[in-house]
């Protein structure tokens, strides 16, 4: 792939990923109830999270990112009805949709890992893949309830090469809860188990000879249980373009197939976020 193609697409690929992490609390909504064909805005992202899952230790980040969204007849992309991602509206009815689930992850300098410390970094990771949607409460402007059945590839880069790390399977419910409260407040939580093969568990958790030492063993991951993500969190919409998010998430991975790894360090990780969207830019046709 040429450098700019790559880049170009990598580009594409953070600014879907970040679109689908902000777009289960944004919602731009004009004054008069109808949502326009296509926005375009920015959306910012600032929290403490954990360097990998289990890694017992957190890194401040902060993102900002230029999002599009599109409500097509057939073409949906971003949005909080479609969750950030891409979709054909041709699988779509009231009780099944499928459509495209993206997820990314930020890099880690491995000399600010303790637990990795002289090791390689890991790189920024991103996941494409399947989703199936099954509605179980659809009750829009109120409340949703949905089960999320995610298959994704996972790929890490350093933006002058990718390389394929194994795949994950993502089942998960999905609540929220509108107008909760004289505040006008929407509030969203998730749920599900994580596992992986036994390519992401190595890049996790694996330690080769050349890296032992006194207090890291040397390790070989195998696949299976990763953890559970429990994601709770609350929006509030101050006009018809700015919307404030704030949210945790909850890493439990008692359990987990690798626990008796050296790099395994945590089997109760939380993050902590906040975000924001603007919308700056709306179209004045309306979506069917």
Not at 256 to 281: E, H, M, Q, V, Y
Request: proline share 5%; net charge neutral.
């Amino acid at each position: 792939m040429h450098p700019i193609h790559r880049c170009v697409f990598m580009l594409a690929i953070i600014i879907f990923s970040f679109g689908q992490a902000v777009a289960e609390s944004e919602k731009v909504i004009p004054l008069n109830g109808v949502r326009p064909l296509w926005e375009a805005g920015i959306g910012g992202f600032a929290g403490s999270v954990p360097d990998y899952p289990a890694a017992g230790q957190n890194t401040f980040r902060a993102l900002a990112l230029p999002y599009l969204i599109y409500r097509g007849d057939i073409l949906r992309v971003g949005g909080e009805e479609n969750r950030g991602a891409i979709s054909g509206r041709f699988v779509k009815n009231d009780w099944l949709e499928l459509d495209v689930s993206l997820s990314a992850a930020f890099p880690v300098d491995s000399s600010s890992n303790s637990a990795r410390r002289d090791m390689p970094d890991l790189d920024f990771l991103f996941g494409i893949g399947p989703q199936l949607i099954f509605k179980l409460v659809n009750e829009p402007g109120h409340r949703r309830l949905n089960f999320n059945l995610q298959a994704r590839s996972i790929y890490s880069t350093d933006f002058s090469s990718i390389n394929h790390r194994g795949y994950v399977l993502n089942p998960e419910f999905n609540y929220t809860h509108e107008h909760v409260t004289d505040l006008d407040l929407k509030v969203f939580t998730s749920a599900g188990p994580i596992f992986a093969t036994e390519k992401l568990m190595d890049y996790f958790y694996e330690v080769d000879d050349q890296y032992v030492t006194p207090s890291r063993q040397a390790y070989d991951a195998d696949a299976g249980y990763l953890g559970s993500n429990i994601t709770l969190g609350v929006s509030k919409r101050f006009n018809n373009r700015f919307r404030l998010i704030l949210g945790t998430r909850l890493g439990l991975h008692h359990g987990a197939t690798n626990d008796d790894s050296p790099l395994f360090r945590g089997k109760l990780n939380l993050g902590i976020f906040t975000a924001f969207t603007w919308s700056f830019k709306q179209s004045e046709l309306p979506a069917r």
